[in-house]
């Protein structure tokens, strides 16, 4: 079945240029008889963007995941799918044939319809020489409007490959009922190979592993990349576990990227080359829409999933329609000398956007973002001047209280702020006034740590006291790595902080550090 076949003519529409860039490939040149030397599902398969009545599935074939081209050849390849309601397959509801073409790095994305809601399938890829995919489970969403008692979504993000090992994801596909996993990005990193990751607090870098090859720019060096990360066997179990909401930061194309500035201050339009690259890839090795198909170097990130009447998500961009960052000690070239009424982190396009969506009759609004919101000062003991990065919502302070004001101008008491990128655990009140950080929350606020990014560099970090003593509105900030559950019902969202052991060698464990707990009726956090 053609993805054109399950969207239908009014989705091909509303997708717009993407699907008729795809419609353009044109006819497939066939490899009609595939033969190969090893299992080509080797990166696994993942399902995402949940719908009352459907699912994106994906999978992509590289027989050779480092190799050249994936050890793919230059033609399609005709992939066969199925969803069933069992695992064993004795249900099948859905099926049909999709091209892995080359020209998308032999990727394969249906969108499946037809499927009933709030219930489990199961899913694989085959081919018809024999080989096949693992089984992957996946849930749709609940019916539109549908009372809906509980939902159970978690948080996760930045996984630097160097840094250390996935384990938390090995933890996260054997949590219970997992509905949603929200990755909110730093899905890959760009850097070369040897260089290991960064830490929080000036530790040592970690090293658990390494990139292959060196800085990537060309859209084989970014396929490669993603091969070497989905190569991981607890990424590729924690796909296979639960539907991803899939968003990006920086790292996928640039450290500190934004909207036509690299850190570097390459010229904009050959950063535009990389962008292309970077975000071809990322659609490529995904499980998103075809209204996430790269137009023109852009990806229309920005879009909303409702959990019946209990949930909005709204998925937010902050990368692609942002200012430059503002200057200060540590500002990269370029950047903006002083913030301003038209400096914006969301475009304006995405800020009316959010403003409507917004206005909805759902018990909670969760911001599925990327950077830190809450206003907050993380520097050292002893210290004079307060320490902030330009490149979190606190640099782009306009824009930040334009959001804010659409929170207070509609009396909103239910939102919820995801957030990532820092690498550390927060748990915080955002206030009204950022003048009175123990005054009146307008919003909370859940910083989910890093995977692995940082790696085990800050796990003997001493400087939570004067962090905490420096941030009255702040009721958590730990360093180790993770990720986050929310439990979410009509009158409590309660939030479990899972922290892991060691990356940087597999086998660590994890444990709940803590739990916390907000009413959608005030925007109050309580530890419980």
Known sequence: MSIFNTLGRRSILQAGFGAFALAALGPAR?????????????LGVASGDPLPDGVVLWTRLAPEPLGEHGGMPMLAVEV????????????????????????????????????????????????????????????????????????RIASVGCQHYESGF??????????????????YGDYIYEGRGGTGGGSETGGPRSMARQHVGQEIYSIE??????????????????????????????????????????????????????????????????????????KGGMVKLYRNLDYGDLLRIHVLDTRAYRSQQLCDARAKNPCRAQDDAKATMLGQAQESWLNESLGNNSRWNFLAQQIMFSPYDLRKEGATEPWTSSDDWIGYPAARERLKKSISDRSLTNVVIGTGNSHRHTVA???????????????????????????????????????????????????QRGYQIYDVTPSLWTTHV???????????????????????????????
């Open 30 to 42: 066939l490899w009609a008889n595939p033969v190969f030397r090893s299992n080509p599902f080797t």
């Open 80 to 151: 066969d799918w199925q969803v069933a309601e069992d695992r064993s397959f004795t249900r099948i509801v859905r099926e049909g044939v999709e091209l892995a073409r080359p020209e998308l790095g032999h990727s394969v994305h249906v969108e499946v319809g037809g499927l009933r809601p709030a219930r489990p399938y199961f899913y694989r890829f085959f081919l018809k020489g024999g080989e096949a995919s693992v089984i992957g489970r996946t849930k749709t969403a609940p019916a539109l409007g549908s009372s809906l008692q509980s939902a």
């Open 166 to 183: 996935f384990t938390a994801y090995k933890h996260l596909a054997n949590e219970d009922n997992v509905d949603l996993v929200f990755h």
């Open 221 to 294: 060096d970014y396929r490669r990349r993603y091969a070497q990360y989905k190569m991981d066997a607890d990424l590729q179990a924690a796909h296979a576990s639960a539907p991803f909401v899939m968003s990006y930061d920086d790292h996928e194309i640039d450290n500190d990227w934004a909207s036509a500035y690299d850190q570097d201050g390459v010229p904009e339009h050959i950063f535009q080359l990389r962008k292309f690259a970077a975000l071809q890839a990322w659609y490529e090795n995904l499980p998103v829409r075809i209204g996430q198909f790269p």
């Open 429 to 479: 009140h955002v206030p009204v006034n950022d003048s009175e950080l123990e005054g009146p929350a307008l919003a909370v606020e859940f910083m989910s740590s890093s995977i692995s990014s940082s790696g085990d560099s800050d796990v003997n970090w001493t400087g939570q006291e004067t962090t905490m003593r420096n941030n009255p509105h702040m009721k958590l900030m730990e360093l």
């Open 498 to 528: 899972k922290v892991m052991e060691y990356v940087g060698k597999p086998g660590g464990k994890i444990s709940t550090l803590a739990k916390y707990a907000v009413e959608p009726t005030r925007s109050v956090i309580e530890k419980v």
